[in-house]
């Protein structure tokens, strides 16, 4: 079977095309089988092209995840570091809280047990004594219970700060202006004025100083013995155990310290501190404010410096340590609070640092601080006669044993003044 395609008649009656059907089904197959190739590579082609964009894509969100967890743990980092400085500085103030609270516990408590004495002694008629650890004494020493609660009433103790090596400063101050011998229990007795050199014992206690101390009090009678070791360096604690020695002895309205080096007129000193008796709390003296001294090796270094400042700093407003004079009530907060105060190097900025946060008077009396002659010698002769004289140069008279008794001479208020002096 053939089939005709086209044909065209005309008058010629042209040629025509016969196709046979093998041969179409042959094109068929060829284009189905081209159809086929062609289909395979266009897959092909495609799934490479998704390939490489899925590649591309990975690829580049590798490195953006990484970043991602980077900054992720640095962010972590910095919160956990933040939050430990957050703990740490709260438990610091934890800390310091419970500090506080201790130390006015503490105080409460000491305050609490010298009134529950006082109470407990008033119901019973006596005068309680507080002395180290709130103990009831009234000897000398402590310790020694003769004498138990009983004081003896006066105006004014002035302890002599004095040590083992200078028994001729002290041999100078008896033969100038501290009465001796019967005049001096006379002096206690009328005038309730007391003055004793004080002193502790040596490291050996018992020993040949100690012993050299005992004779001369047994000649003299004129001292004040402490349970403490002599040393340049512990004269803060000196100074606290001799206000606690004082007023478990003597019921005073003042308490002074002198050096041994330091001339003193006993009448202008008495006739001063009672225009100011009427004072609940005073503490009275030439108020100096020295520069704290922070370099290693020179006199006075402050080895706390850094608690005052900067370099060029200077210390708060003090006595010097000369001659100083307080009331009884800022004395007996010394002895019930001893253990509790802070001794510096210097013992006048330690006395001024235990009274500073205080409700005291502060009296910045310039008579406390003449000059040697000519300085004092002037000043008597206008009237104005001085409470204490010394070298500032020296820290006290320069060459006292030669020089102290031309001092007297030449400054001294008279024999009769401390006799005379209006002290109540």
Request: hydrophobic share 35%.
């Given at each position: 079977?053939?089939?005709?395609?086209?044909?065209?008649?005309g008058?010629r009656?042209?040629?025509?095309?016969?196709?046979?059907?093998?041969?179409?089904?042959?094109?068929?197959?060829?284009?189905?089988?081209?159809g086929?190739?062609?289909?395979?590579?266009?897959?092909?082609?495609?799934?490479?092209?998704?390939?490489?964009d899925?590649?591309?894509?990975?690829?580049s969100?590798?490195?953006?995840?990484?970043?991602n967890?980077?900054?992720?743990?640095?962010?972590?980092?910095?919160?956990?570091?933040?939050?430990i400085?957050?703990?740490?500085?709260?438990t610091?103030?934890?800390i310091?809280?419970?500090?506080m609270?201790i130390s006015?516990?503490?105080?409460?408590?000491?305050?609490?047990?010298?009134?529950?004495?006082?109470?407990s002694?008033?119901?019973?008629?006596?005068?309680?004594?507080?002395g180290?650890?709130?103990a009831?004494?009234?000897?000398?020493?402590?310790?020694?219970?003769?004498?138990l609660?009983?004081?003896?009433?006066?105006?004014?103790?002035?302890?002599i700060?004095?040590?083992?090596?200078?028994?001729?400063?002290?041999?100078?101050?008896?033969?100038?202006?501290?009465p001796?011998?019967?005049?001096?229990k006379?002096?206690?007795q009328?005038?309730?004025?007391?003055v004793?050199?004080?002193i502790?014992h040596?490291?050996?206690?018992?020993?040949?100083?100690?012993?050299?101390?005992?004779?001369?009090?047994a000649?003299?009678?004129d001292?004040l013995?402490?349970?403490h070791?002599?040393?340049?360096?512990?004269?803060?604690?000196?100074?606290?155990?001799?206000?606690?020695?004082?007023?478990n002895?003597?019921?005073?309205?003042f308490?002074?310290?002198?050096d041994?080096?330091?001339?003193?007129?006993?009448?202008m000193l008495?006739?001063?501190?009672?225009?100011?008796s009427?004072?609940?709390?005073?503490?009275?003296?030439?108020?100096?404010?020295?520069?704290?001294?922070?370099?290693?090796?020179?006199?006075?270094?402050?080895?706390?410096?850094w608690?005052?400042?900067?370099?060029?700093?200077?210390?708060f407003?003090?006595?010097?340590?000369?001659?100083?004079?307080?009331?009884?009530?800022?004395?007996?907060?010394?002895?019930l609070?001893?253990?509790?105060?802070?001794?510096y190097?210097?013992?006048?900025?330690?006395?001024?640092?235990?009274?500073?946060?205080?409700?005291?008077d502060?009296?910045d009396?310039?008579?406390?601080?003449?000059?040697?002659?000519?300085?004092c010698?002037?000043k008597?002769?206008?009237g104005?006669?001085?409470i204490?004289?010394?070298d500032w140069?020296?820290?006290g008279?320069?060459?006292?044993?030669?020089?102290?008794?031309?001092?007297?001479?030449?400054?001294?208020?008279?024999?009769?003044?401390v006799?005379?002096a209006?002290?109540?």
């Amino acid at each position: 079977m053939r089939l005709r395609l086209g044909g065209g008649g005309g008058a010629r009656g042209g040629g025509a095309n016969v196709v046979s059907w093998k041969g179409i089904l042959v094109l068929c197959l060829a284009s189905f089988g081209l159809g086929l190739v062609f289909t395979n590579r266009m897959w092909r082609i495609l799934e490479e092209e998704n390939k490489n964009d899925v590649g591309g894509q990975d690829c580049s969100q590798k490195p953006s995840m990484s970043n991602n967890n980077r900054d992720l743990a640095t962010t972590t980092r910095k919160i956990s570091q933040q939050e430990i400085l957050e703990q740490v500085s709260k438990t610091h103030q934890v800390i310091q809280t419970l500090d506080m609270t201790i130390s006015s516990l503490e105080m409460e408590l000491a305050t609490s047990r010298a009134q529950q004495q006082q109470n407990s002694m008033d119901m019973m008629g006596m005068t309680p004594v507080l002395g180290e650890e709130n103990a009831v004494v009234g000897s000398e020493l402590p310790g020694n219970t003769e004498g138990l609660l009983q004081r003896d009433k006066v105006f004014m103790v002035v302890g002599i700060n004095t040590a083992f090596s200078s028994r001729k400063r002290r041999d100078s101050v008896r033969e100038s202006w501290m009465p001796q011998g019967e005049k001096l229990k006379q002096l206690e007795q009328e005038k309730g004025i007391v003055v004793r050199f004080v002193i502790g014992h040596s490291a050996t206690e018992g020993g040949i100083l100690d012993r050299a101390i005992e004779a001369e009090n047994a000649q003299h009678s004129d001292f004040l013995r402490l349970d403490h070791v002599e040393g340049y360096l512990e004269l803060s604690t000196k100074t606290k155990i001799f206000f606690t020695t004082a007023i478990n002895k003597w019921d005073a309205d003042f308490y002074v310290k002198v050096d041994d080096d330091v001339h003193v007129n006993l009448g202008m000193l008495g006739t001063t501190l009672a225009k100011h008796s009427s004072k609940p709390r005073v503490y009275i003296g030439c108020m100096k404010s020295g520069p704290v001294l922070a370099q290693k090796g020179v006199k006075y270094h402050e080895p706390e410096h850094w608690k005052f400042g900067g370099e060029g700093n200077k210390y708060f407003r003090h006595a010097t340590g000369q001659i100083y004079a307080i009331s009884k009530d800022v004395a007996r907060y010394i002895a019930l609070n001893q253990a509790l105060l802070h001794s510096y190097a210097n013992e006048d900025v330690s006395l001024g640092s235990w009274i500073l946060g205080l409700d005291v008077d502060h009296i910045d009396d310039r008579r406390m601080c003449c000059g040697t002659p000519p300085d004092c010698e002037w000043k008597a002769q206008a009237g104005n006669v001085c409470i204490a004289s010394f070298d500032w140069t020296c820290s006290g008279i320069c060459k006292t044993v030669e020089r102290i008794k031309e001092v007297h001479q030449k400054c001294g208020e008279g024999d009769a003044a401390v006799w005379n002096a209006l002290l109540q």
